[in-house]
């Protein structure tokens, strides 16, 4: 028998082979095949279409009685290899957990037991007894935060190796492992009811109810703390009712892990969670349970868009804004529109929720495309916190007509800083965000102008107070120590602009007895270093957390009552026509943090530039007037949402090489291209040398995919032939930099 193969390789098309029992074989199963000079994992997809000339190779082995991929799954991959312009046999291999995608059959295995994780001593003794130990005290301090106890599978997904520190804390002394019984699938919390749903959440999960058994994209927006998440267990409830399963995809599992706990407690042993956490034995496991229908629900980040959910009722995408749903590499997939697509291979609903709907999924909606479902309320009647902005080119302006000394100015203003104190009194938390790392963004000579950057990227040192001062480039973290003078002309050096580590030596400084936490890539590097603080200000043993984005991930913190935006402008200035929309959704979302609890929120914005629509809006948490005005400017440049694009990147250590290949590349599209298609560039991509490579870049706009992707298929052949020079193909991208 000739079947059609597609090869776990970067190559382009499928192969034929022979089988000679053909008994065992189904579309979707693994195979052992060879390849040139070496045996490969091969794919099978179904009867080859005809007998190709030369001669043909026989599959050496099956490596799985069942397939791996049910058909809705390689359906899925198959048009996502293809829309995505990726070789197929690569694109199944990225879709597999590592250990089914490597040249070796992988047992089944079934799940252990449920086990839960107990405290036995005060955490404050344990934590005193593992300060060397970062991971086991991070574990602690995970249990602390939920009560003491909690269930081993929803530990994994906020400490790396949870499994094997739990044991050694056993050996310890300082914690009880034991096998329980499965929550029962309509118990939410261990001491309590479920919460009562508000109409609106009724009104919502009806109207999810009403479209099951056919496909239906829903737009859930909701403002922060409306209850989207509620509305997503219960749609879940109602499709498991019915026998079916549930996909679940979050943009960043490892940052809100009671997410899962929360999961796991409604519906026991029937969640698979699915995320980079994991080891590679366990992510296998996972796809086991999925597959074999001991797992119904799957809830993982992007990558879970390809889970083996069996009698898929309904999918979940929350935060759907989310650019973490984008996958930069490989296959270049969107992993929010995947879903959709899924959605409608199994004819289901799918449900988008944010607080602030991405402008594709807005004109969707308009369009009718998408069915638009508000939440326009919080839950228990709470209300949005109340939102300052602060003009910082307003109050330097009037500092110098008062005579104020020439110095580089407070982080905090005055305004900031008396609600801190407020705050603080009170007995209340703060948050500070500030989406820049570091203590400041530039290191210049004020004689000579020259600037610290970095010998391997087109950007600017940052410095951090680490080892004494030390400049770092935050793409390829090369490091140096901050030199005494400037090496040229022996001037003295300036240190300007704002980052984290400066806000929080400013609180130290100045608000006198705070405890001051900090959350960003070099506070938390690690996932046992992002669950200790996590869980430590949940507990409330800090008053203010100081942080970049990672703050605004969807934390529930009852304790917030006082939300400041450090400089809002950060993002504003980015080359990329996406830059004011991420700047509203992010300065919304942690606007958001605020007056999650029994009291009101407020929030404090400083801004140098307050009639931006993306700062101005969120006073006003306006995200209708910001949509609007956004979607008029996108529609006068045929940006997304009313155009499609496709970025071609290139890299190279050599610039003659990638400059020589970018313009070839740009005549051949422009040769090839449709009137309807516009082909921006070449040019140097904004950071035009990245880790030592020089790196251009093309954008070609189009009304629609179609004209795209016949012209990215032919350019996969220039790309392919190019050499030394890396050249990536981006459907839909998200990033421009």
Same mark, same amino acid.
């Given at each position: ?32 095949? !060879? ?61 597999? !957990? ?35 130990? /970062? ?32 044991? /050694? ?104 969670? %699915? ?156 948050? %500070?965000? %500030? ?201 006068? %440049? ?43 560039? !070449? ?19 189009? !009304? ?19 050499? /030394? ?13």
């Amino acid at each position: 028998m000739l079947i059609e193969v597609a090869v776990g390789a970067p190559v382009r098309g499928t192969f034929t082979y022979e089988v000679e029992d053909d008994t065992r074989l189904a579309p979707g199963q693994r195979l052992l095949v !060879p390849f040139g000079r070496r045996k490969a994992i091969g794919f099978h997809l179904g009867p080859a279409a005809a007998e190709p000339a030369g001669e043909l190779r026989f599959v050496d082995a099956i490596l799985d009685d069942v397939p791996v991929f049910p058909p809705d799954v390689l359906q899925l991959i198959r048009f996502a290899a293809d829309y995505y312009l990726y070789p197929l046999g690569e694109a199944l291999r990225t879709a597999l !957990p590592p250990d089914l995608g490597r040249v070796r059959p992988a047992p089944e295995e079934r799940a252990p037991a449920i086990e839960s994780v107990t405290l036995l001593v005060p955490h404050e003794t344990a934590r005193g007894a593992l300060s060397r130990s /970062k991971a086991q005290a991070a574990l602690v301090e995970y249990l602390a935060a939920r009560g003491g106890s909690a269930a081993l599978d929803e530990i994994k997904v906020a400490v790396r190796d949870a499994a094997g520190l739990a044991r /050694k804390l056993e050996e310890k002394g300082f914690v009880r492992i034991a096998r329980v019984e499965a929550p029962r699938p309509d118990r939410i919390f261990e001491g309590g009811e479920a919460p009562r749903p508000t109409p609106d959440q009724v009104a919502a999960c009806e109207e999810i109810a009403a479209a099951s058994g056919g496909f239906q994209p829903f737009l859930l927006h909701g403002v922060t703390g409306s209850g989207k998440t509620e509305v997503y267990l219960r749609a879940i409830e109602q499709v498991r009712a019915r026998g079916g399963g549930a996909l679940v995809l979050v943009p960043e599992i490892a940052l809100t892990p009671q997410l899962a706990g929360r999961f796991r407690s409604r519906f026991g042993g029937s969640i698979a969670v %699915l995320h980079s956490g994991l080891s590679d034995r366990e992510r296998t496991r996972e796809h086991h349970r999925l597959l074999s229908g001991e797992a119904s629900i799957a809830l993982g980040v992007r990558s879970a868009v390809f889970a083996p959910v069996r009698d898929l009722g309904v999918v979940v995408v929350d935060e759907e804004h989310e650019p973490s749903f984008k996958q930069e590499e490989k296959l270049r997939y969107h992993a929010r529109d995947l879903a959709v697509y899924r959605a409608r291979i199994a004819g289901v609903p799918c449900v988008l929720g944010s607080a602030t709907p991405s402008l594709e999924s807005l004109a969707n909606a308009r369009d009718g495309r998408y069915r638009l479902i508000r939440l326009p309320d919080r839950v228990d009647a709470r209300p949005l916190p109340e939102v300052r902005l602060v003009d910082l080119a307003a109050a330097r302006r009037e500092a110098r007509e008062a005579g104020a000394r020439a110095e580089e100015p407070a982080v905090l203003g005055p305004e900031l800083f008396a609600a801190l104190e407020e705050t603080l009194e009170a007995g209340r938390q703060s948050i %500070l965000f %500030l989406n820049r790392r570091g203590n400041a963004s530039l290191v210049l000579c004020p004689s000579c102008g020259e600037g610290a950057r970095c010998p391997d990227c087109d950007v600017s040192l940052t410095h951090h107070l680490t080892r004494g001062g030390e400049l770092r480039c935050h793409y390829c973290d090369f490091r140096t120590p901050k030199p005494q003078a400037c090496p040229g002309c022996h001037s003295e050096l300036l240190v300007l602009g704002v980052g984290t580590e400066r806000v929080e030596r400013e609180l130290a400084e100045k608000l006198r007895g705070a405890r001051v936490l900090r959350l960003d890539r070099d506070a938390a590097g690690t996932s046992a270093e992002l669950t200790r603080i996590l869980a430590s200000f949940a507990r409330g043993e800090a008053d203010v957390l100081v942080g970049t984005q990672m703050v605004a991930k969807g934390h529930d913190f009852p304790g917030v009552t006082l939300v400041g935006a450090v400089l809002a402008d950060v993002g504003l200035g980015l080359p990329d026509f996406r830059a004011a929309e991420r700047t509203f959704q992010l300065l919304t979302q942690v606007a958001g943090r605020a007056g999650r609890g029994k009291d009101p929120g407020r929030v404090i914005i400083q801004t140098f530039n307050p009639a931006a629509d993306a700062v101005a809006c969120v006073r006003t948490h306006d995200y209708e007037t910001f949509s609007a005005a956004e979607l008029s400017r996108r529609r006068e %440049l045929g940006y997304p949402p009313f155009g499609r694009g496709l970025a071609v990147r290139l890299e190279a250590e050599d610039p003659r090489a990638v400059e020589a290949m970018a313009r070839r590349i740009g005549e051949a599209a422009r040769r090839w291209s449709q009137p309807s298609v516009r082909v921006l560039g !070449p040019a140097p991509a904004p950071i035009a040398r990245l880790r030592g490579r020089t790196r251009y870049q093309l954008l070609l706009l189009a !009304p629609g995919p179609g004209p795209l992707q016949a012209i990215g298929r032919r350019l996969t052949e220039l790309a392919d032939g190019a050499g /030394k020079v890396r050249v990536a193909l981006d459907m839909d991208p998200v990033s421009m930099l």
